[in-house]
């Protein structure tokens, strides 16, 4: 799917507050800036063809082998590289709703979706519910298919236990996606990792493009898993203000916005739609958020949050109200 995502800012002149990327926006990146510009030399280079470096750094934070750890550029691009990698199985199963990527990866690689297919795909923390399974339930999932992806790419982003890797490596039905996109508050670098057994990495590397990472984001990778800091400093209290917005928004007459494990959640509109909404938010109050109703087994009147600054999440429930209640009147 090209279009269609979150955070589609590019097609906005006036946003001052994005609430549609589920991605943290108040890291400090100035030191990552700062030493990008150290290393502008690397540009004049090839980077090294598989990240080994990086995979290697990654593995050791993990407590895993190297050989059980795959960088890719980005968890979408491990999300069509293991569906590429297992396409003789055939069949797929996808727990809706959820990032419409895994959808059309097996899509574009003849899968049929099947209850009880082989690849089962399951997004833990889901996007975009900001439900989490529990582990023995994840696992009780894996006894039913071939294979199961758990797409983890929000795992920073919660405080409800996931699986480690650790825990999959010695086993041959499970699957990781890690998004460093997400953790460090990166999403223009486009990294993310896989970690799964030494004879999953190996079949996934038979498939796996030279050069998939570029020379900057290797230098950017390296020095976030380095340093050890993610992107979120206080998470408590970043899902204690989820808390205080989903309250806020539930008091506004026609908007009933769900629970959730994360920082972001669904709301629906009762009195419009997602897009008018959208539309209004953006173009008279310079918000943005996510019109949802693109996912599977979702509606027209369902949309996305992800929670700001309390200044922002006020201002966005100001307009919300404001909107609602000219069209009550």
Not at 47 to 65: H, M, R, Y
Not at 70 to 82: E, H
Not at 191 to 205: D, E, K, M, N, Q
Not at 235 to 252: D, G, H, K, V
């Amino acid at each position: 799917m090209i279009e269609g995502h979150g955070d589609d800012l590019y097609r906005y002149e006036n946003i001052k507050m994005n609430f549609s990327s589920n991605i943290y926006n108040g890291t400090d990146l100035s030191a990552l800036d700062a030493y990008l510009r150290t290393r502008m030399d690397v540009m004049r280079s090839y980077p090294e063809p598989s990240a080994a470096s990086l995979e290697e750094l990654i593995a050791k934070d993990c407590g895993i082998s190297p050989d059980e750890v795959l960088v890719t550029s980005g968890a979408v691009d491990a999300i069509y590289l293991i569906a590429q990698a297992y396409r003789h199985e055939g069949t797929c199963h996808v727990l809706q709703p959820t990032f419409k990527e895994y959808e059309d990866a097996c899509r574009v690689f003849g899968y049929q979706e099947h209850e009880d297919g082989a690849l089962c795909w399951l997004c833990n923390p889901n996007n975009p519910t900001g439900d989490v399974m529990a582990t023995e339930d994840v696992f009780a999932l894996a006894e039913r298919h071939r294979l199961l992806i758990v797409d983890q790419s929000y795992e920073d982003y919660t405080i409800a236990p996931l699986l480690q890797p650790a825990e999959v490596v010695g086993r041959d039905d499970i699957i990781l996606l890690h998004s460093m996109t997400k953790r460090y508050a990166v999403p223009g670098l486009r990294l993310g990792y896989v970690t799964a057994s030494a004879a999953i990495i190996s079949r996934l590397r038979e498939q796996y493009r030279p050069w998939a990472i570029n020379a900057l984001s290797l230098e950017a990778g390296k020095w976030l898993v380095q340093r050890g800091e993610t992107a979120i400093p206080d998470l408590a209290s970043y899902l204690a203000e989820t808390q205080r917005l989903r309250n806020m928004l539930n008091e506004i007459e026609g908007i009933e916005a769900f629970e959730t494990q994360t920082n972001f959640f669904l709301c629906t509109i009762a009195p419009a739609t997602a897009a008018e909404l959208k539309e209004n938010l953006a173009q008279e109050h310079g918000i943005l958020i996510r019109d949802a109703s693109n996912f599977t087994g979702l509606t027209l009147h369902h949309f996305r949050i992800a929670t700001q600054s309390p200044a922002e999440n006020d201002a966005l429930v100001t307009a919300i109200r404001n909107y609602e209640l000219r069209l009550l009147n």
